[in-house]
């Protein structure tokens, strides 16, 4: 529309190890060294943004994303809420503040469930 915008994004890939454990062992602790070689990950993430006036714009994002190691066979799922305002206060002078939601798994050591809530305001100024 004219003052708004959706834009919805879905995902399937697969990835591959660029090089070999033997070469990155000695980077990663060994519960890690095959976590991400090999993996297979599906998802989806969907974006709204809507002009409230001329200055001011709030927007909104869902992302929900599946990642399964072939290698150690753990899974680790994703999910994120953002919500926010962005404003013009003048010309050179901008801010945001959003609010975020996330959860998902660990799975590294013991595959626990985590959460985070988090907000963030961030000023920008342009010279």
Not at 13 to 26: G, V
Not at 82 to 99: A, E, P, Y
Not at 106 to 124: C, K, L, Q
Request: proline share 2%.
């Amino acid at each position: 529309g004219a003052r708004s915008s959706l834009l919805l994004s879905v995902f399937k890939e697969r990835t591959a190890a660029l090089s070999l454990q033997q070469e990155d062992s000695t980077l990663l602790p060994t519960q890690l060294s095959s976590l991400n070689e090999d993996t297979n990950q599906y998802g989806a993430n969907v974006n709204a943004d809507y002009k409230l006036s001329t200055r001011t714009s709030a927007h909104a994002s869902l992302y929900g994303a599946n990642v399964k190691s072939l290698r150690t066979g753990i899974t680790n799922g994703i999910r994120q809420l953002n919500v926010g305002l962005n404003n013009r206060f003048n010309t050179k002078i901008n801010g945001s503040l959003d609010l975020r939601h996330s959860k998902g798994r660990i799975g590294v050591f013991d595959n626990r469930a985590y959460h985070e809530n988090a907000i963030v305001a961030t000023p920008s100024v342009q010279y």
